[in-house]
């Protein structure tokens, strides 16, 4: 059944990783899905929310739920920013006395799903016809693993790539230490997380390491591309969405 899809790409994705938001297009086009892109969105407010800044995140929450509500299905090719609007929406407009906020957050939430959970829990689908010969190490990120409860759908969708060799990564649940603004306010401690978690990368034997939030991508890659290990950081969208080889 063709369905019509909302694309919620997110603020780091259209800033920095536009790849990523052509590739979930991509995906999803090649399955027969309309895409659509709400130009009015803006941040969901995250980061907000994460700083203490509870007022003028619940404005970015309004604007989303109004900008969002009219469509059957919001996809979102980041884990933190669908748990946010999917799990952190409500309680914060609870907690600040907004029930019409709250109730309207608590009407989308059912619609709104990461990548890799609309494709195999909606969708039924794990094959999209991507090929990408390549060792690939899947890290499940924070929000991905314990926020939204993600963890086999990417990875079935992984084994069904073509020519892809999934590696296990040695202590993948653990934490890389980036946490939006933990990586600054505890570099130090930060910094040892994403030294244990290359050294796991490193043991894994990987060409790329895979994740569904970018954020966490640029924290190991960047690590990774400083100590010169060869290794990629690459979303999953984009290595679904490679019919080409994947050529590195």
Known sequence: ????VALFV???????????GRATV???????H??????AQTCCGQMHLNSGYRREALRLARRFVDIFSPYEAVVCPSASCAGTVADAYAKAA?????????DD???????IYE???????????????????????????????????????PLALLRAVQGLSLVDLP??????GFGGTFALKNSDVSSAMLADKLAAVRASGAEVLCALDNSCLAHIGGGASRLRMGVRALHLAEILASSDGGRL
């Open 10 to 20: 997110t603020c780091v994705n259209d800033a920095l990783y536009p790849a990523t």
């Open 1 to 4: 059944m063709k369905r019509r």
């Open 171 to 176: 202590g993948a649940s653990v934490c890389c």
């Open 26 to 32: 991509s995906v999803l086009e090649r399955l027969g």
């Open 115 to 153: 990548l890799s959970q609309f494709l195999v829990d909606v969708l039924g689908v794990t094959d999209v016809g991507a090929s990408f010969p390549h060792r690939v190490a899947y890290h499940p990120t924070c929000h991905s693993l314990r926020v939204l409860h993600a963890y086999n759908q």
């Open 34 to 39: 309309e895409v659509t892109f709400p130009e």
């Open 105 to 111: 957050a608590r009407a989308l939430s059912p619609r």
């Open 94 to 102: 609870e907690d600040a006395g907004e029930p019409s906020l709250a």
